[in-house]
């Protein structure tokens, strides 16, 4: 029975990926500061004698050196999340993102252990791209634009895990994933899924930032997880990045349309400018969708839940 670690257990991928490590016969411990995550999302774990949690924070090195000598294999998950919180949150964000990682990095290390990095699309930044593919440049906005700080510092991590890599012959994966939803996930900073279908079956306006034409690709949850463990288990993946998303573009405003219609709702569309929503001078992009090839050929990762479905699933969640 191998020990994994996940870092940000308690939050939304991280209770998804832990309660699937767990039916694959896993040990799994925990460490969440519960900054963004919650115990409701682990309460369901608790029984199982094969689940441990630990209340900490991932810039505590000698909890997280303790946590690492104990595990076989580290998901790093924990991180400052959404441009919203990061937005509002920028010191802490920076920190925990860049010195949280170097201590999951470096325990790591120090025994050894593989470690399979969540990284993010928001690195590609304002490529808009047909398909951005795993190699492809980043663009960024300027450093007065605090959204930035999130691709910077999860390109960060990217370096420094390639580092350990190359340097030390630490076994890493990095993991991008795309716009991910699923039960679990809050809106509280920013996550649009969840907001839109909070606000339908409340019958509030939608709020959609802009114009409500960017495009985005959502997928569910456990797909994203599926592809993370397959990936992380895989030795040929090892010293490799891999896009994990759907390929279903749809714009906002379509979303919003859609998430309406699915849950009956008298709710309005509210067209919000980005500089009421975020702060003065905020940048989006139009479009953002994965090539996920690689990670087809790596270990056959295929989405199988479609957006309806997807959406079906948050609404029911909500609803319950
Ligand atoms: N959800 C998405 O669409 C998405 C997209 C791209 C990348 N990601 C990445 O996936 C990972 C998980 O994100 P999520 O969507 O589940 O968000 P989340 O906020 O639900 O999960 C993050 C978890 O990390 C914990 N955490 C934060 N700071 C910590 C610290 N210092 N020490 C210990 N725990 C800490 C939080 O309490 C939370 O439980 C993150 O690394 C994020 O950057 C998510």
Known sequence: MANALVTGGAGFIGSHLSE?????????????????GSRENI???????????????????????????????????????????????PLASLRI???GTENVLEAANRYKRKVALASTSEI????????????????????TISR???????AFDEFLALAYWREKKLPVVVLRFFNTCGPRQSGEYGMVVPRFVKAALMGHPLRVFGDGKQIRCFSFVDDIVEGT??????????????????????????????????????SDINYIPYEQAYEKGFEDLHRR??????????????????????LRKVIEYFES
């Open 43 to 89: 309460d369901h774990l608790q029984r199982d004698p094969s689940f441990e949690f630990y209340l900490g924070t991932v810039m505590d090195y000698e909890a997280v050196d303790k946590l690492v000598s104990r595990s076989d294999i580290v998901f790093h998950m924990a991180a400052a999340v959404g441009v919203k919180y990061i937005i509002d949150n």
């Open 229 to 266: 463990i397959s990936l992380s288990e895989h030795a040929a993946a090892v010293g490799e990045i891999f896009n994990l998303g759907s390929m279903e573009p749809v714009t906002i405003e379509q979303l919003a349309q859609k998430i309406i219609a699915m849950t009956n709702s008298p």
């Open 148 to 154: 930035w700080g999130y691709a910077c510092t999860k």
């Open 20 to 36: 699937a490590l767990l039916k694959r016969g896993y040990r799994v411990a925990v460490l969440d500061d519960l900054s963004t």
């Open 124 to 143: 590609y930044g304002k490529n808009e791209k047909e398909r951005l593919s795993e190699d492809d440049d980043r663009i960024l906005g300027s450093t």
């Open 289 to 310: 969708v994965p090539d996920i090839g690689k990670a087809k050929r790596f270990v056959g990762f295929e989405p199988k839940t479609s957006l309806d479905e997807l």
């Open 97 to 99: 993102n860049t010195k």
